[in-house]
Nanobody, 120 residues
């Protein structure tokens, strides 16, 4: 059974960098053909995909967030990390990490989500 757990600060000041880590258990983040994503849901809005890091270590980001986003990994800890710079109150959301098989596959495992608030 694969489990994903997000961790990081729940409050980030405007203009600072949001940093969240997803710790994966029950499966390796380097296993072929899995893609490890970050997704968020602002209050009252739908899910927004942020980006992913692939089993190979390659990354891809949403064009709307690309200039502020970096996703990296630590294979020794089986973790991957999201960094979102220059945050504003519009970045307030529940942030989820998730796994999918193949780049266009359905998500089969989600983290429970973590609330991040950027105060105005």
């Amino acid at each position: 059974q694969v489990q994903l757990q997000e961790s990081g600060p729940g409050l980030v000041k405007p203009s600072q960098t949001l940093s969240l880590t997803c710790t994966v258990s029950g499966g390796s983040i380097t296993t072929n053909y899995y893609y490890w994503s970050w997704i968020r849901q602002p209050p009252g809005k739908g899910l927004e995909w942020i980006g992913y890091i692939a089993y190979s270590g390659s990354t891809y980001y949403s064009p709307s967030l690309k200039s502020r986003t970096s996703i990296s990994r630590d294979t020794s800890k089986n973790q991957f990390t999201l960094q979102l710079s220059s945050v504003t109150p519009e970045d307030t959301a529940v942030y989820y990490c998730a796994r999918r098989f193949e780049v266009a596959g359905n998500i089969d495992y989600w983290g429970q989500g973590t609330q991040v608030t950027v105060p105005s």
